[in-house]
C-alpha cells in the first residue's frame, strides 16, 4: 500500500503542480477575461439558484489562496525553524474555517 501512495506522490512531484499554484500571478488571473467571466457567469449562476452554502465554499478557497499567498505565510519558516508565534493563528484560523465548513454541510438542514 506505501508503494501505492509513493507512486501518487512522484506523480504529483513530476507535475510541478506546487510551483505552478506558487508561481500564479492571482493580479493577472482576476483580470484576465477567460477566468474573470466564467467566475462571475459561476457566481451570478449560484446567486440564482440561491445555493449560499456553495458560494460560502468558494469564497473560503478564494481567501485561502490569497492568505498563502501573504507576506506572513512566507515568514512562517525562518531557515530550517518553524516560528510557532506565527504559526498559532494559521493553526486556530483553518481549524476555526473547517469547523464551519464542517457545519455548513453536516450541521444545518435546508
Known amino acids: 500500500m506505501g508503494d501505492f501512495f509513493a507512486k501518487i506522490l512522484d506523480w504529483i512531484e513530476s507535475t510541478h503542480i506546487r510551483e505552478q499554484v506558487a508561481d500564479v500571478d492571482f493580479v493577472a488571473l482576476f483580470t484576465n ?5 466564467p467566475f462571475v457567469l459561476l457566481v451570478v ?7 449560499f452554502r456553495d458560494l460560502i465554499v468558494i469564497a473560503a478557497f478564494v481567501a485561502v489562496w490569497w492568505v498563502s499567498g501573504t ?9 530550517e525553524e518553524l516560528q510557532i508565534t506565527k504559526i498559532l493563528p494559521v493553526m486556530f484560523g483553518g481549524a ?7 457545519y455548513l454541510f453536516f450541521g444545518r438542514s435546508d
Open 71 to 79: 507576506e506572513y505565510m512566507q515568514t512562517l519558516v525562518v531557515g
Open 33 to 37: 477575461p477567460w477566468f474573470i467571466v
Open 96 to 102: 476555526a474555517l473547517l469547523g464551519f465548513l464542517i
Open 45 to 51: 449562476y449560484l446567486l440564482y439558484k440561491q445555493s
